[in-house]
T-cell receptor
Framework: GAVVSQHPSRVICKSGTSVKIECRSL??????MFWYRQFPKQSLMLMAT?????????EQGVEKDKFLINHASLTLSTLTVTSAHPEDSSFYIC?????????????FGDGTRLSIL | DAKTTQPNSMESNEEEPVHLPCNHS???????IHWYRQLPSQGPEYVIH???SNVNNRMASLAIAEDRKSSTLILHRATLRDAAVYYC?????????????FGQGTILTVHP
């Protein structure tokens, strides 16, 4: 149980393109989803927390107009990287949690490797 | 925010137990101790979590010190598939409610 699917797994596109990444909880309803970014040889950095039906909460230093998050249902959240540039190339990972609580595990997708040329 | 300290790397032999330590001396009473692991080019995988008592599941055991200032993740019989980066994370109350703050973790190497 607790499977999170992320799509696509890899994207290569030209600078200036907008890219949408989907995160789905397949066998549970996720009230909260999280988006992370991981650069090579580094740890995961939380970008934003999204709750179904409300606006996402972004971490300090993350541009909300650059990284658009939509959590339209209890099983789907999307991250759109708008007008992507080479410095946005990274490994993007989502996670989902049944409840927004310190006592709940987060279940992660397999990540999306974004390469901007 | 309460932080955790883990060794950068550890090595083990296949079929042997592995004890991965984590120090969290500034932990508060409502902070849960979580462990995740990440294989190369994959998202992290939940391993185990606990508050005060030791915890066991099909993947591992979590031993929590009585004062909660340290914990140990125990893999009872390491396999090659257990080679990964292991993260010990506190999930906090207050303004960081429920969030995971990843440190550098411990790189576990398992030798055949």
């Amino acid at each position: 149980g607790a499977v999170v699917s992320q799509h696509p797994s890899r994207v290569i596109c030209k600078s200036g393109t907008s890219v949408k990444i989907e995160c789905r909880s397949l066998d549970f309803q996720a009230t909260t989803m999280f988006w992370y970014r991981q650069f090579p040889k580094q740890s995961l950095m939380l970008m934003a927390t999204s709750n179904e039906g409300s606006k996402a909460t972004y971490e300090q230093g993350v541009e909300k107009d650059k990284f658009l998050i939509n959590h339209a249902s209890l099983t789907l959240s999307t991250l759109t990287v708008t007008s992507a540039h080479p410095e946005d190339s990274s490994f993007y990972i989502c996670s989902a949690s049944l409840l927004y609580s310190p006592n709940q595990p987060q279940h992660f997708g397999d990540g999306t490797r974004l390469s901007i040329l | 925010d309460a932080k955790t300290t883990q060794p950068n790397s550890m090595e083990s032999n296949e079929e042997e137990p592995v004890h991965l330590p984590c120090n969290h001396s500034t932990i508060s009473g409502t902070d849960y101790i979580h462990w995740y692991r990440q294989l190369p080019s994959q998202g992290p995988e939940y391993v185990i979590h606990g508050l005060t008592s030791n915890v066991n599941n099909r993947m591992a055991s979590l031993a929590i010190a009585e004062d909660r200032k340290s914990s140990t993740l125990i893999l009872h019989r390491a396999t090659l598939r257990d080679a990964a980066v292991y993260y010990c994370i506190l999930t906090l109350g207050g303004t960081s409610y429920g969030k995971l703050t990843f440190g550098q973790g411990t790189i576990l190497t398992v030798h055949p």
